[in-house]
């Protein structure tokens, strides 16, 4: 069993569509990070979040971390091909913790 | 943050032979990790390196088959031993560096024929 579900597994879309991909847990986090992984290359990180509720933008990347911290979202906005990749989300039960990897979203925007 | 230098990229390797991964940092840090990423999945951590210390390993990875070295803050080699199609996967090496987050390397592709 999962520690940390991810939907959709799969998803296609045109450019210019907006999308939201989630992370959901029955388990409380102290803190949550998403990372997108390219073709061969190691994942990088896109952010952390660590308050319930807090929401946090990155371009056209929107995080919201659910107010019970067991849970969190990413929307896209305006979908570029440069956005395709797979979607990890990892999360840390308590701080100093290792964090533990969702199974991935991996997201195809065609051009 | 810490940049990672990983090699090999990918290598194809016979079943029963043995591979040695090299993980370099551009900086000191005090614990290495090493995942294992099978094809379409997702990232599954076999070991944390400290210097100095032997390796911890997370259940189903033992160190006779994925030995481990961290001979300095700023190296460490994780081996696959004895091979099998099964060891098919990237293997990735990371640190973590605070609020920052994990760094990883860009991965090593792993098949074996």
């Known amino acids: 069993t999962q520690l940390l579900e991810q939907s959709p597994q799969f998803l296609s879309i045109q450019e210019g569509e907006n999308l939201t991909v989630y992370c959901n847990s029955s388990s409380v986090f102290s803190s949550l990070q998403w990372y997108r992984q390219e073709p061969g290359e190691g994942p990088v990180l896109l952010v952390t979040?660590?308050?319930?509720?807090e929401v946090k933008k990155l371009k056209r990347l929107t995080f919201q971390f659910g107010d019970a911290r067991k849970d969190s979202s990413l929307h896209i906005t305006a979908a570029q091909p440069g956005d395709t990749g797979l979607y990890l989300c990892?999360?840390?039960?308590?701080?100093?913790?290792?964090?533990?990897f969702g199974p991935g979203t991996r997201l195809s925007v065609l051009p | 943050s810490a940049v990672i230098s990983q090699k090999p990229s990918r290598d194809i390797c016979q079943r029963g032979t043995s591979l040695t991964i090299q993980c370099q940092v551009d900086?000191?840090?005090?614990?290495m990790f090493w995942y294992r990423q099978q094809p379409g999945q997702s990232l599954t951590l076999i070991a944390t390196?400290?210097?100095?210390?032997?390796?911890?390993?997370e259940s189903g990875f033992v160190i006779d088959k994925f030995p481990i070295s961290r001979p300095n803050l700023t190296f460490s080699t994780l081996t696959v031993s004895n091979m099998s199609p099964e060891d098919s996967s990237i293997y990735l090496c990371?640190?973590?560096?605070?609020?920052?987050?994990?760094?990883f390397g860009s991965g090593t592709r792993l098949t074996v024929v």
């Open positions: 390196a400290n210097q100095g210390s032997e390796a911890t390993y």
């Open positions: 990892a999360g840390a039960q308590n701080y100093g913790q290792n964090f533990v």
């Open positions: 900086s000191q840090v005090t614990m």
């Open positions: 990371s640190v973590r560096q605070g609020a920052i987050g994990y760094t």
């Open positions: 979040v660590v308050t319930g509720g």
